[in-house]
């Protein structure tokens, strides 16, 4: 009897989990910072600037944030979790931030490809 109340129980809350809304953290930096980002690049980043949280590192002590594709790791003296009710501003600081890293990217890929034709 008590198995079947436990698998009943466990199969209650996995169907829970499973149809609930995918829930994203993000963090807002709390002063200029310059990061190395995963694909090894270097940038920037302004107070202010919103990122979705990946996960957290070393006793909670660093986060990681992503950006694009790439990650990067920050001290969590650096950045401060951003509460729900401005989830929505964080995620509209998010997109301009991003929209600025591909525009540089891509500016970056043409001018490689530009000068690997001129050779």
Not at 39 to 65: N, Q, R
Not at 72 to 92: Q, R, T, Y
């Amino acid at each position: 009897m008590k198995a079947l109340i436990t698998a009943l129980l466990l199969a209650l809350c996995t169907a829970h989990a499973g149809a609930g809304e995918r829930v994203t953290l993000y963090a807002r930096l709390l002063e200029d910072l310059a990061v190395e980002l995963t694909d090894g690049s270097k940038w920037a980043m302004e107070k202010g600037d919103c990122f979705p949280v990946v996960a957290y590192k070393e006793s909670h002590t660093k986060l990681i944030l992503r950006l694009a594709s790439t990650n990067f790791v920050v001290s969590s003296e650096h950045a401060a979790i951003v509460s729900d009710k401005e989830a929505a501003a964080a995620l509209e600081r998010y997109r301009g931030t991003l929209q600025v890293y591909i525009e540089g990217f891509s500016a970056r890929w043409k001018a490689r490809a530009e000068a690997s034709q001129k050779k």
